[in-house]
């Protein structure tokens, strides 16, 4: 009956730090992931900067060659900003196919990277 119970209580040892070894592997993974995600968003927002500061002078540009050609700063002003707003609109109804559906997808398929390997192991 001792031998047993020594068994049993081996194979607890064995169960518990089978757990801790999972739970551990498990928050390595998390890390990781997390980490992959902040860097990836860092990295999106300083090239959306950096994009909305070479759209901004580029608009001024044009609207200083339109305004010029026209010979009216303001009206090639006008004109750069209709032009500006109709992107922003055209952007704004597409939100959902250009952005929502690409950001998820990139996020499911960062989440779910490793236990894809997991699985074929």
Known sequence: MSEEFNKFESLAEQLKAY????VSQVKL???EKLSNL???MIALL??????FLFITLLCVAGALLI?????SLWL??????????????IIWLAKDRLFRLPIMNALIEAMFENEDEDEKD
């Open 19 to 22: 757990v801790n070894t999972r």
């Open 29 to 31: 993974s998390l890390a």
């Open 38 to 40: 902040a860097a990836t």
């Open 46 to 51: 300083l090239s959306a900067l950096v994009f």
């Open 67 to 71: 305004g010029q050609w026209l010979g």
């Open 76 to 89: 090639g002003f006008l004109i750069v900003s209709g032009f500006v707003l109709l992107i922003g609109l």
